[in-house]
Structure formats: C-alpha cells, structure tokens
C-alpha cells in the first residue's frame, strides 16, 4: 500500500489555500498549513476542516522557520500561496509587497533546496504579470509587463521559481492564474464588494455601492476550479508553468448587472463610480488563453461566471441575514 502523501500549503487560511486543503483531504492528503503568529488569529474559511489539518507558525519573511517547518512537516508538495496579494495595498506598502511576495518565494525554494530538493513545489503566479499586455489573449509565451508593486513582486517570484527548476533540477512549477473569486474572497477585492454590497442594500444596511472603474474588465473564474489546476501540476512527468483562465472576459458593470439581478434589483439605482477607487496605473485587458493547461492538465472550468457571481451573492445574502438575526454573535 502506498504512503499517504503530505503537502504543506502556506497561506491555508486564504481563498485558495482553503479550497486547496479540501482537495488535498478529499484525495486522502495528510495537510500542514503555515500561519503567520498574530495577537488575533483568523481561521474562518478553514474551521469546517480545521481538526483535519495541522497549522505550524512560520513566516515567508524568516528563512529559519521555513526551514524549521519543512523539516518538521517533511512533506511531498509545497504549495505556496502566501502573499500580501491585495493589489491596491502594493502601492501603499511597495517594500513589504517585495519582502512577502517577492522575496519570501526565494525563502521558501531555499528552504526545500537545503531540507529536500525531492519536494515538489507549486508557486502561485499571477495574470498580473502581463499588465501593460504584449498580445490578447495571453499564453505561458507572453512577455510580462507588471503595472503594480504587486505585478513586479509577482514576476520575481515567477523567474526565480523558473530558475531554481533550471539551476537545482527541482520539481518547481508556476501557475499563472487569472482573477479566480468565490464566496470567500476578502470584501476589499471588487466581486466580494459587489456581492456584499448587494446584499446590504437588499437587506436595507446600505443605500448605494460605490466603485471604481466599471468598464475595468477582468478573465474571472472559481477559485475551487483553480486549485484544483494547481493539484493537477505537480501530478505531470515533467514540470512546466501553465495559464489557468476562463477564456472570457466580463466587465464590472456586467458583475453588477448579474448580481443586483439575483435578488430582483436594478443595479443602475445604486452603484455609484467613484474615481477614488481608480487605479494609479490599469492593466489593459488580460485575457488568458488556458489550451496548454486543457491539453496537457485535461482541466477545464466547471463555474461559468454567472454561476459565480450568483454563488456569491447567495453566500452574501445567507451571511448577512444571519447577521442581522443574531448580531450577539459578531461582538467582541
């Protein structure tokens, strides 16, 4: 009988490390998670799975507890999904975005070259990478031209995987994944936004939803469709990076359409635009072609984007409700 694999995910308490530890438990992983010490800890998305999973304290920007960690864990796969990832804050805190997210990917690939060279590591790379856009639709061939602290950061992380793969023969892979949402996105990224704004509004919280750049357009999909592409990499022969994408692109105002729809509304009385939240650069339109991953991965998307968005705003409302049902149980 074969040994049960072990993967170790850093960022386990985010939008994907959540779906990417059930995946993991479902094919009968034994999983480890990293999780930065902090005075308050915030485990929602993992408590349905969180006796399930071993948590280890460490940090992306300490080299020694990566070590410490993989040592400790020993696992078959790291995945690391850790970052500061929210892409307006990567122009308030340009330094922090480039010790996290850039340079906390060297740490990480350090630590497995001096514990384990044999571990096989997946790095989240972001569409983000192609900003100022080279061609459309974008490829694993596409030049990267980053439009924010965030984008650079991103690249970095990119190459140096690229060349610890090259340099060290190590099992290294990237997935270039486009904007992948679900109900447990962060409210500060646009679609959870929408959707809880819906929901304020139709539950009378709020009176408007104001937002930024309507025409924005974003290649959207499910979060839980995309981790499972992450799985499926470190599954191959050989190790490659892939695009992981829809193939189709929808604007905000779209989003908008969809989501006030849901719940019977017309979202043209409420949503606002509001220059405030304009980017200082935008990326043109990033639109990804996934066929590499299709082909050699066999994935493809199961959630299209209305089903998407009417998931979350379904999620938004239920949240919400209980909410004003039973506030005792939000007071600290």
Not at 1 to 29: F, H, N, P, V
Not at 68 to 93: C, G, I, M
Request: glycine content about 6%; charged content about 25%; proline content about 4%.
């Amino acid at each position: 009988m074969a040994a049960q694999r072990r993967a170790l995910i850093t960022g386990i308490t985010g939008q994907d490390g959540s779906y990417l530890a059930e995946l993991l438990l479902e094919q009968g992983y034994e999983v480890s998670g990293v999780v930065r010490r902090a005075s308050t800890e915030t485990f929602e998305r993992i408590l349905h799975i969180k006796d399930r999973v071993t948590l280890l304290q460490a940090d992306l920007t300490d080299q020694v507890s990566m070590v410490d960690v993989l040592s400790q864990t020993r696992p078959h796969e790291v995945y690391n999904l850790a970052a500061q990832s929210f892409v307006p804050t990567s122009w308030k805190q340009p330094i922090l975005t480039g010790d996290v997210t850039a340079l906390g990917v060297t740490r990480m690939l350090e630590a497995v070259r001096v514990v384990d060279p044999s571990i096989r590591f997946y790095q989240a790379s972001s569409s983000e990478m192609f900003g100022h856009v080279c061609e459309t639709p974008q490829t694993e061939r596409t030049p990267f031209y980053p439009r924010s602290p965030y984008g650079v950061a991103k690249v970095y992380g990119h190459w140096i995987t690229v060349n610890y793969r090259e340099s060290y023969g190590m099992f290294a892979v990237s997935g270039i994944l486009f904007n992948h949402e679900s109900p447990r996105r962060g409210l500060e990224f646009v679609t959870r936004k929408v959707t809880n704004g819906v929901a304020r509004i139709k539950q009378g919280l709020d009176s408007e939803l104001r937002l930024g750049n309507l025409e924005a357009r974003r290649d959207w999909g499910f979060a839980g469709d995309y981790v499972r592409a992450m799985w499926l990499m470190l599954r191959q022969d050989a190790p490659d990076d892939y695009v992981i994408s829809s193939g189709e692109t929808h604007t905000v105002r779209e989003m908008c359409e969809i989501a006030f729809a849901r719940v019977g509304m017309d979202w043209r009385e409420y949503v606002r635009e509001d220059p405030a939240f304009f980017r200082p650069a935008e990326v043109h339109l990033l639109l990804g072609d996934a066929s590499k991953a299709r082909r050699a991965l066999g994935w493809e998307p199961k959630v299209s984007f209305r089903g998407l968005i009417e998931m979350m705003v379904d999620a938004d409302m239920e949240r919400v409700r209980f909410e004003i049902e039973h506030p005792k149980a939000f007071l600290q």
